[in-house]
C-alpha cells in the first residue's frame, strides 16, 4: 500500500518536471492546502476558570496542527473509562480540536486511551496518549509521542479544567519535521532566509508580545496593580525573543519623585490603566536598562533578524501617580534617545519614502552587514518627534490596522479577531492588502475578574490554546495577519516560566505559517513551495542535532532515553476498552498497533 503511494508520488513528480516546469517555480495546481470541513470546537466555558469547578472537569482536548503538505491520517483509537475519545484526521493546513470525556470522574487511576496517526505518504508515525496519575499533584497528563518522526515525546499536565494541550507539526518529508515539543533556534527568520527574503514585511507572519516588558513587579510607582491583574507575561524579553517574539508592544514611563518633577528615578515598564489619567491604577515591570541588555544579548548570539519594539506611553509619573503625566520635556527625550542608542543593531536611515511594511525582509535582515534590525517605533505621547540618525522612528513610518477587541471572553474575542483577519486578502495584485495587521490575541477581563482568576490563566486556559484551532482553522493561504499578539507567551503550565517548562507552540506557529500556509500562495511568492521542493536537506542541518528524547511532566528531559520507553502507552488492551468504531473489546489483547 505504502510503496504504491510511493511509486504515484514520484510518478506525478516526474509528470510535473517532464511536461516542461520547473520544480522551483510555484504553481496553483501544486496547492496542498484542504479547504475540507473540520468539525466546531468548543471554548472553555468561563466558570471553569474557577480552580475548585475546574479540579472537577472530566473534559479536555488535544488539538493538533498540521502545516505540513501531507494529510494526518488516523490509523485508530482506544479508550478505556471515557465516553468522549473523538480524534480524527488532521487535512492540510488545518487544525482539529480532538474531545475526551471521563465516564464519571477521572479520578480512576486505570484510564487510558491512545489516539495513533501516521502523516500520509510518509512512513512517519505519532500517537497521543491521555492518561491520569493517581496520586500526583498534577493528575491529568497527555503524552505527545512524535518519536516515530524522530521528534521526542514529552508529557503535557491540563492547565486546568476543560483545556487543550495542543501541537503544532511543519515541514515535510522532503525538507524534514519540526514540531512544538521544543523551541528551535532562536534565530528563526535568519534560518529561513531563502524563504522570505523577496516578501515584503506585510506578508510575514510573526509572533508578537502584548504588555512585552510586565514579566515582573517592581513597584516602582505606589499602587495597587498585582501580579494577577498587572503582569501580562511569565519570560524577559531575552526569552521572549527565544520564543519567537519579534514585535513587542512595550510601555515605557520615566518615573519621578513625589516631591519634585525634575527628579527622574529611571525609564521602567509600565502596565496602567490610563497613563494620561490624573490617577494612573497598575504597577511597573521591567527597567529599561534591562530591557536593552537582554534584547543585546539576543541579537550578539542570534543575528540576522528583524525585530520591532513599539513604544508606548513615553510620558512621566510620580511615584504616587495621583496627580496626571508629567510631559516629557526636551531634556528627558534626549535622555531616553540617548539610552536607547546603546541598542545594538539600530538600523540608521532607513528609507522611509518606502512604508515599513513595504520594504522587503531582506532590506532589513541584510542591514549592519547582515546582523539584522532591532526597529524602534515610537508610539507614545512625543508628537511624531523621531531620531532616523539613531534608527528611531515615528510609528507613522509603518502602516498598521493594530485590531483589539476588548472582549473578555475568548468566546467573543476570536471570532471577532479572525473576521478581522479574514476582511482583507494577501497577494493577488491590486487586492493585496497594503498594510500590517496586529491581532491582538487577548482578552479583557475586567479588574475583578482579573484580581480573582490572574491574567496568566486567562491566556494559559481559554485565550492561547484556542489559537490553535479557532485561529488556524480561521487562516488560509490569503487570509492571515502579520503579528499574533499574545500574553504570556510560551507559557503551559501555571507560574512554570522556567526555559525547560516552556512550550513552543507560538513558535512552530510562526514557522509553519510562514513556510507552509504563506508559501502556497503563489501571490506572495513566485518561489514554488520550500516544502514541495528538491534539494532543500540544507536546511534540515541547520536546524540542529536530531533529538528524540523524553521531557516529563515536571521538566526532567532525558536525552537518550531507552528506545522501547514509551509514556503511557497501553501494552494490552483489557476487556471494556472501546475501538474508534465502537467495537468493545470483550477479551483482553494485545495492542494491535505495537
Ligand atoms: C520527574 O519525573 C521523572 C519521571 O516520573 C522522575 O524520574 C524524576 O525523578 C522527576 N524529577 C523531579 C525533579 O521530580
Ligand atoms: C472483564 O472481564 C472480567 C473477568 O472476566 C469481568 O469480571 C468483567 O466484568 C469484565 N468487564 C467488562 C467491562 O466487560
Ligand atoms: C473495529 O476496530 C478494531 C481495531 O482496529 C478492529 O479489530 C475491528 O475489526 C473493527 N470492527 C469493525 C466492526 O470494523
Redesign the pocket.
Known amino acids: 500500500m505504502r510503496a504504491l503511494r510511493l511509486l504515484a508520488m514520484l510518478a506525478s513528480s516526474a509528470c510535473h518536471l517532464a511536461s516542461g516546469q520547473t520544480d522551483d517555480m510555484c504553481n496553483a495546481q501544486d496547492r496542498t492546502y484542504s479547504t475540507e470541513t473540520m468539525p466546531a470546537g468548543t471554548h472553555q466555558p468561563y466558570d471553569k476558570l474557577n480552580p475548585v469547578v475546574g479540579m472537577l472537569s472530566t473534559k479536555f482536548y488535544v488539538t493538533v496542527v498540521n502545516l505540513t503538505p501531507h494529510r494526518f491520517m488516523l490509523e485508530?483509537t482506544h479508550s478505556y473509562q471515557m465516553d468522549i475519545f473523538d480524534f480524527g484526521d488532521v487535512p492540510q493546513g488545518r487544525a482539529r480540536q480532538n474531545a475526551v470525556k471521563y465516564r464519571g470522574t477521572w479520578s480512576t487511576r486505570d484510564d487510558a486511551g491512545e489516539a495513533y496517526y501516521r502523516i500520509d505518504g510518509t512512513d512517519k508515525r505519532f500517537a497521543l496518549r491521555v492518561k491520569s496519575y493517581i496520586p500526583s499533584s498534577d493528575p491529568r497528563r497527555v503524552v505527545l509521542d512524535l518519536s516515530g518522526m524522530g521528534l521526542g515525546q514529552r508529557e503535557y499536565v491540563y492547565p486546568g479544567g476543560d483545556t487543550a494541550v495542543s501541537l503544532v507539526i511543519t515541514g515535510s518529508n522532503r525538507f524534514g519535521f519540526q514540531a512544538s515539543l521544543r523551541h528551535g533556534p532562536g534565530n528563526w527568520m535568519r534560518n529561513m532566509y531563502d524563504v522570505i527574503r523577496d516578501r515584503p514585511v506585510r506578508h510575514l507572519i510573526m509572533p508578537g508580545t502584548h504588555d512585552a516588558g510586565m514579566s515582573t513587579i517592581t513597584d516602582k510607582i505606589v499602587s495597587i496593580g498585582s501580579e494577577e491583574n498587572t503582569q501580562n507575561q511569565g519570560i524577559n524579553i531575552y526569552d521572549q525573543l527565544q520564543t519567537g517574539s519579534r514585535w513587542f508592544d512595550l510601555r515605557i514611563c520615566s518615573v519621578h519623585a513625589n516631591d519634585d518633577a525634575g527628579r527622574n528615578n529611571g525609564f521602567w515598564v509600565m502596565h496602567v490603566n490610563d497613563e494620561m489619567a490624573t490617577l494612573a491604577i497598575g504597577n511597573t515591570g521591567e527597567s529599561l536598562d534591562d530591557v536593552i541588555s537582554e534584547i543585546n544579548r539576543f541579537t550578539s548570539e542570534n543575528p540576522g533578524e528583524i525585530i520591532f519594539f513599539a513604544m508606548r506611553y513615553l510620558v512621566g509619573r510620580y511615584e504616587f501617580p495621583d496627580r496626571g503625566p508629567i510631559l516629557w520635556n526636551a531634556a528627558i527625550v534626549d535622555d531616553f534617545f540617548s539610552k536607547l542608542r546603546a541598542i545594538h543593531n539600530r538600523c540608521l536611515h532607513l528609507d522611509t519614502n518606502t512604508g515599513f511594511q513595504n520594504h522587503k525582509a531582506s532590506y532589513f535582515m541584510d542591514h549592519n552587514e547582515g546582523k539584522g534590525c532591532v526597529i524602534l517605533l515610537l508610539n507614545g505621547h512625543l508628537d511624531g518627534r523621531e531620531s532616523p540618525a539613531d534608527g528611531i522612528y515615528d510609528i507613522g513610518r509603518m502602516t498598521i490596522r493594530d485590531h483589539w477587541s476588548n472582549r473578555m471572553q475568548a468566546s467573543d474575542m476570536v471570532p471577532d479577531q479572525v473576521n478581522n483577519w479574514r476582511s482583507v486578502t494577501r497577494g493577488g495584485g491590486a487586492s493585496d492588502y497594503g498594510s500590517f495587521m496586529i491581532a491582538q490575541w487577548l482578552v479583557t477581563p475586567d479588574a475583578v475578574a482579573t484580581t480573582a482568576y490572574s491574567l496568566q490563566n486567562f491566556a494559559i486556559q481559554p485565550t492561547n490554546p484556542s489559537l490553535y484551532w479557532a485561529g488556524v482553522n480561521g487562516m488560509d493561504p490569503e487570509h492571515w495577519p502579520n503579528v499574533l499578539m499574545v500574553d504570556y507567551i510560551g507559557v503551559q503550565q501555571r507560574d512554570q516560566w522556567a526555559w525547560n517548562r516552556l512550550s513552543a507552540e507560538m513558535y512552530t506557529l510562526a514557522v509553519g505559517m510562514n513556510l507552509y500556509m504563506a508559501s502556497e500562495n503563489c501571490d506572495v511568492g513566485r518561489r514554488r513551495n520550500p516544502l514541495l521542493r528538491r534539494g532543500e536537506m540544507g536546511m534540515v542541518e541547520s536546524r540542529g542535532v536530531p533529538w528524540n528524547g523524553i521531557i516529563f511532566a515536571n521538566g526532567t528531559t532525558v536525552d537518550d532515553p531507552d528506545p522501547m520507553l514509551h509514556l503511557g502507552r497501553v501494552e494490552i488492551l483489557r476487556n471494556g476498552t472501546v475501538?474508534?468504531?465502537g467495537?468493545v473489546v470483550e477479551q483482553s489483547m494485545p495492542n494491535?498497533w505495537l
Do not use: A, C
Request: proline content about 17%.
Open positions: 485508530g475501538f474508534g468504531n467495537t494491535p
